[in-house]
């Protein structure tokens, strides 16, 4: 119990500060969808920022955190020192390496965008061919220090240390708006303002993160010595990891902005808006979990407490999808008032709301398969089995990809959108199933009926949101502030209606989380 009460907090935590980051990062959104509105260009800057955020994925955040924590808390229990040091030689081969790679990003800039951005040049947009080289050029040393953000997170996370290195991409959001009202400087190639932005906000993420680094006794002076045994497992666990994680988050995202390419112009913009949309309940519910549990479960793991690691997998999953499941059905019942009041403004007109909120709709069908599978792949890294997540990671690309290519016809960038959807899904089915392959029962009974609960809950209340979803209101032009206002009263009184489906349902979840507070609310004031 002891145990699940730090993983709710550490993930409540995490969960406040993504928060922030991610309506920073919302507030990104509208300042580009203001100034430039869906078009070419955007589309050409979305394109180029793929590249090394793709890279990111894999050289940092997700394939460094699955590897690192597990192996650093191995050393932590025995010798800090040894952890610290291994963390200085881990900033090393992130230099030696990731530094490479951005160096060649800028060199064969050309022919990266000539493959990324293929349907630029086949359909003779040449101008967005040549913007989207130079965005490249001017974005890829963005990976190396997110890249060395990663380390410093990773480091801190395995102290039970969450907050602030959550709180840090928010650093880059804020970067990236200070960059955007500079606009005027450069009137003639304004998006390249906001591609200076990107580079600014990964020092930033990393910049944020190092006084308390510091103060845990770590430092950031790297160490080139690659012969610690502690780096090689590190290598060896992060190798499966990054091919998993770019086939299932980035290559996917990738094919879909290649497809996208032969769409008409905005689709590819529509994509990016639906999903970061979808990525915000994602970033707040699902990798907050994921990454709060995985400290947990490689302590269970280190010990061999396999009947400890099952129950605590079960219990994140379950908390998951209490969370996480009406998020999904808000998003669909309230897709074109939320895109509405966010973006209809400035550049951004009916038509692309509309594009975008299609979009929200195909992608959130899998949103609880996409959540769900941050927690089964922490449970297989806290093992130090980073490659069975790659078998399943192969098969839903390959499902991505037939999929998309046939979709994409009849339903357009919807279809691209749909394909990834079902994706994610069997990537979660083949995860859960290979899962119980290894450890035997995981409290499947609980865990769906956990899913069955929170569904009917969800259903129950995105019927009742449906009603304000079909206002004209939302189809007006102007008229922000109303549409602002009323969502604040929807959003709640839709939460509040799954709050009371899920207490008459006896929720367990709902009443974990209520005892939570009670006690939280009990020590503060006794």
Known sequence: MVERKNIARAAGLMSAATLISRILGLVRDQAIAFF??????????????????MLREIFAEGSMSAAVIPVLTDYEKEDRQEGRNLVRLLLGLSIF???????????????????????????GKEHLYEITVALLRVMMPFLLFVSLASVVMGALNTRRIFFIPALSPAMFNFSLIATISLLALRPDRPIMVAAVGVTIGGFMQLAFQAPRFSAEGYSL?????????????????????????AAVTQINAVIANMLGTFLPEGSITYLFYAMRLIQFPVGIFGVAIGMAVLPS???????????????????????????????????????VPIVATLFQHGGWGAEATLGTAEAVLFYSLGLWAIMGVKVLASTFYSLKDTRTPVKAALLAVAVNISLGVTLMGPMKHSGLALAQAIAAIVNFSLLITLLRGRLGSVGGRGIAGSLLRAALASAIMGLALNHFASMALWTEAGRTLDKALLLLVVVPAGAAAYILGSALMRSEELGFMVKLFKDKFAKENG
């Open 36 to 53: 430039f509105g869906a078009s070419g260009i955007t589309d050409a800057f979305y394109v180029a920022f793929k590249f090394p955020n």
């Open 97 to 123: 390496v990731v530094g490479g790679v951005c160096v060649l990003g800028i060199i064969f800039a050309e022919p990266i965008v000539s493959v990324i951005a293929y349907g630029f040049r086949a359909q």
């Open 221 to 245: 002076l790297p160490s080139f010595g690659f012969g610690h045994p502690g780096l090689r497992r590190i290598a060896t666990l992060m190798l499966p990891v990054m091919i998993g994680t």
């Open 297 to 335: 479960l490689s302590s269970h793991a280190h010990a061999g407490d396999m009947k400890s690691l099952k129950e605590d997998f079960s219990f994140s999953l379950r908390l998951l999808f209490f969370i996480g499941v009406p998020a999904m059905a808000g998003l669909m019942a309230l897709r």
